[in-house]
């Protein structure tokens, strides 16, 4: 198992290094392509611990990173754990084009808030996986807002990458169904089919891993 998951992170990094070539190589004045806006949900609960298929590593953080920016867009982050209704860690990046000096600043702009965001994410995804509670409806209801904001452009492309187990720990008021457009795409790892349909109504795309997951979104922003 560990020799497959090693081949899906190769895999991925060369992904990776093919993206980086494509944004080289892509002309400023070529036909934007559509905002990404992606949320991840990653739960750090302890039933979770042993469930290494769905541990997000920095190698799909910087693919979802590339990804963006090839059109601009957003990433938004949040832990599952105790109290999942809190603010999301996001990264905002604008698409590299116009004249050359525009570029450059934008270039630099970007830089600075993927060194941050990128500071920020690795950090919280060194803590151990041993949360005692699951609020799976606190982080829900917080994407929901995410998703609904009138800011993003109609012809923004949507997902959330869900990593948990979906069970959720019943000392909060349990959430009946997600409110998400119809243009989100749901992406999950470690959901069985029963609770997929109770969280999602079974709209739900499900790998067995992240890698397979992150090699998926790639192939398909491609």
Do not use: W
């Not at 996986?129 to 799976?136: A, G, H, L, N, V």
């Amino acid at each position: 198992m560990k020799n497959f998951v090693t081949v899906l992170v190769a895999l991925v990094s060369a992904y990776v290094l093919l993206l980086q070539q494509s944004c080289v190589q892509s002309s400023p004045h070529s036909p934007l392509t559509p905002p990404l806006i992606i949320g991840i949900a990653y739960d750090i609960s302890g039933s979770m611990h042993k469930s290494n298929n769905t541990v997000l590593q920095t190698v799909h953080i910087d693919s979802l990173i590339l990804s963006v920016k090839r059109g601009g867009g957003t990433i938004a982050f949040g832990l599952i754990h105790n109290n999942s209704f809190e603010p999301l860690d996001r990264l905002v990046l604008e698409p590299v084009v116009g004249r050359l000096d525009e570029r450059a600043l934008k270039n630099r702009k970007n830089k600075q808030e993927v060194e941050q965001f990128r500071s920020t994410v690795l950090t919280k995804l060194t803590q151990p996986r041993k949360s005692r509670y699951t609020d799976i409806n606190g982080s829900l209801e917080r994407f929901t807002l995410l998703f609904n904001e009138p800011g993003f452009s109609a012809e923004s492309k949507k997902l959330f990458i869900f990593l948990s187990d979906g069970l959720h720990e019943p000392r909060r008021k349990r959430y009946n169904a997600v409110k998400f457009p119809e243009n989100v795409t749901v992406v999950a790892v470690g959901l069985k089919p029963a609770i997929a349909q109770k969280l999602f109504n079974g709209k739900v795309l499900q790998f067995e891993s992240v890698a397979a997951a992150i090699i998926y979104i790639i192939n398909m922003e491609m």
